[in-house]
């Protein structure tokens, strides 16, 4: 008898769980929370809004060590530093970047190689030979004002206007759009990179 009222149970409880919208695992998960008489763990991947400007402010602090790494260590210095930053903030080992720089043309338009973004931040490579190196302009600060950003679980998109001030006080602001996506280790990965100077009338 009491196998019969616990499998019955069960069941009307499957059957409410169906009707919430509730998976089998989510019924369990609030069962126990109820029997423990504590609330159960939630773990969850979802990008938060601070997530994704902590990674904008480390993009424009990185950009700006690099001009600076320039003028204190060459070339040899900057590169070191673009190539770490694309290690760290990109998401090269998912596959192509969708990168298209502020300041590029056909046929190297869009960069979708680890290769072609360090090109495009230091030049120095033959295989570019258009790129004088974006990162290596003096700058001083980067202020970025985004329009709107879009938060879809582990993935994320932004746009908006960056506006990098150079050590002589002029300010270049293009529109930037960027899309994020976390990796196996919790960081961010920049795997969508749009620049474009806007249109002037």
Same mark, same amino acid.
């Given at each position: $008898? $009491? ?18 919208? @509730? ?6 998960? *609030? ?6 008489? *504590? ?5 969850? *991947? ?16 990185? !950009? ?33 970047? !969708? ?58 998109? *932004? ?8 050590k002589s006080g002029k300010v270049t602001t293009v ?21 474009? @100077?806007?249109?002037?009338?």
């Amino acid at each position: $008898m $009491m196998q019969t009222l616990t499998r019955r149970n069960l069941v009307l409880g499957l059957a409410l769980a169906g009707g919430l919208g @509730l998976s089998g695992a989510a019924l369990a998960q *609030s069962t126990v929370a109820k029997h423990t008489g *504590s609330p159960a763990p939630v773990v969850t *991947s979802n990008i938060t809004e601070a997530e994704v400007l902590a990674a904008q402010r480390a993009w424009g602090e990185a !950009l700006v060590q690099i001009s600076k790494d320039f003028e204190t260590g060459g070339i040899a210095k900057a590169k070191a530093t673009a190539n770490a930053v694309l290690d760290a903030a990109y998401g090269y080992q998912f596959g192509p970047v !969708l990168f298209k720089p502020t300041l590029t043309t056909a046929p190297q338009t869009f960069r979708t190689t680890k290769e072609g973004a360090l090109a495009y931040f230091v030049g120095d490579n033959k295989s570019y030979p258009a790129d004088t190196g974006f990162a290596l302009k003096g700058w001083r600060s980067v202020e970025i004002r985004n329009v709107a950003i879009q938060l879809h679980g582990d993935t994320a998109l *932004s746009m908006g206007n960056v506006s990098i001030t150079d050590k002589s006080g002029k300010v270049t602001t293009v529109d930037k759009t960027w899309g994020y996506v976390r990796d196996d280790k919790g960081a961010l990965r920049i795997v969508l990179h749009h620049s474009s @100077l806007p249109v002037t009338k």
